[in-house]
């Protein structure tokens, strides 16, 4: 035991003086002091909630979108889109733009269907119909949880009866909820946002990204789909990965194909290809949004 403790003890020593290297050692208590930079720095603070007023507008349709054709806004888009393509009675929708460099996530109508301030949010209205409880709204925030709440809402595109097939579409569409931050938050942001290049952070997120990308394309290697290869198969799995990973290695996200050598992943490139002509997913990546005003 003592030599374990002797070792995390020179470990700490050495990381703090590769900080002190570095010109930066923590302090034993963070403090929100100084301008932290990169695209995001005007907008980013350490707590949550209202920054001001802003009333959301809502339209006609059942559903009402508030979000941004990001990655995360993607996804619900398509399904969305999917949806419409199949003329699926009450998923009609008004879709709404959420500039989250603006700071439109942080005003007061925005944070109360989403506490979390992160696109994409969506308002099932057909709930004041149909809804037992009071005929309230029903709001939901995350992009997983928009699109499972949808796909079973209405029946389409995620196997509804327990068993293999439903477990494999719940599996890969934690997978990604799970994953993607690894992407966005860390690899996108250090490679593409942060104010200065780091070599540590970017080679330690462009090695979960490339291991994340070999998962897939090794699952893709005997699968069409995410999960199955007839075309009834494909479902918001799919979908929930294509926003991030597929756009990623079309070279859509960061300019960073050549950096990735995403043409490694020929299994993977060719899934997402072929997602990428389906036209709900061509309309959904430019999905017109209404601004709020």
């Known amino acids: 035991m003592s030599n374990d403790n002797n070792q995390a003890s020179n470990d700490k020593n050495n990381n703090i003086q590769n900080n002190n290297a570095s010109g930066y050692t923590p302090p034993k208590v963070w403090k929100n002091d100084s301008e932290n930079g990169g695209k995001f720095a005007s907008i980013n603070r350490p707590t949550a909630g209202a920054r001001h007023e802003q009333k959301l507008p809502i339209g006609d349709a059942p559903l009402q979108l508030y979000s941004l054709n990001t990655p995360n806004g993607v996804k619900v888009n398509i399904l969305l889109e999917e949806l419409t393509e199949l003329n699926i009675k009450g998923a009609e929708y008004d879709a709404y733009q959420i500039d989250i460099s603006e700071g439109d996530q942080f005003g007061s109508g925005f944070v109360a269907i989403n506490p979390n301030s992160k696109i994409p949010a969506l308002v099932d209205y057909s709930a004041t119909v149909n809804n037992s ?123 960073a194909a050549e950096f990735l050598q995403v043409e490694e992943y020929k299994h993977l490139k060719r899934w997402a290809q072929k997602i990428a002509e389906r036209p709900a997913v061509k309309r959904a990546v430019d999905l017109v949004l209404k601004p709020i005003v």
């Open 133 to 255: 409880e009071a005929g309230e709204p029903i709001a939901l925030f995350e992009s997983g949880a928009i699109l499972l709440y949808l796909a079973e809402k209405f029946g389409k595109f995620i196997p509804m009866q327990q068993g293999k097939a439903r477990a494999d579409c719940l599996s890969w569409l934690m997978w990604q909820m799970g994953s993607a931050p690894f992407l966005g938050g860390g690899f996108g942001h250090f490679y593409a946002y942060a104010p200065e290049p780091l070599e540590y952070p970017i080679n330690r997120y462009t090695m979960e990204t490339k291991r994340q990308l070999d998962v897939l394309d090794t699952h893709l290697k005997d699968h069409e789909y995410m999960c199955g290869n007839a075309e009834s198969d494909y479902n918001i799995a799919d979908m929930i990965i294509w926003a991030w990973y597929g756009q990623l290695v079309l070279g859509k996200l960061y300019d």
